[in-house]
């Protein structure tokens, strides 16, 4: 199995900047894909970023293109995501998350994914 612990969230004024970090560890060989996924009060649970652990292939959903960055540092077992330009709608649980499927394309379903973090809050305030 893989644990994932995610870091970093905090509260930050729109326009700002925070770095989430997420450390693997157990049977971290498993890993295909990492993911950053965020749910908000009363909305469903949403792929943020994702890249794959060997080949640094990435995914951006729309919402984040341009001001977030997904990145990997595979001899810490960890990956990042650095958010820039915050808004208010970034507000959110930021959960990590690992898919052992050797898929062609990224997976974006929360589903898809095997393995989970407990989840770190963002708060973005006006």
């Known amino acids: 199995q893989v644990q994932l612990v995610e870091s970093g969230g905090g509260l930050v004024q729109a326009g700002g900047s925070l770095r989430l970090s997420c450390a693997a560890s157990?049977?971290?060989?498993?890993?295909?894909?990492m993911a950053w996924f965020r749910q908000a009060p009363g909305k469903e649970r949403e792929s943020v970023a994702a890249?794959?652990?060997?080949?640094?292939?990435?995914y951006y959903a729309d919402s984040v293109k341009g001001r977030f960055t997904i990145s990997r540092d595979n001899a810490k077992n960890t990956v990042y995501l650095q958010m820039n330009s915050l808004k208010p709608e970034d507000t959110a649980v930021y959960y990590c998350a690992a898919d052992r499927d050797p898929t062609v394309q990224i997976m974006v379903a929360p589903s898809w994914y095997d393995y989970w973090g407990q989840g770190t809050q963002v708060t973005v305030s006006s």
């Open positions: 890249i794959r652990w060997s080949g640094g292939n990435t």
């Open positions: 157990g049977r971290t060989f498993l890993i295909y894909t």
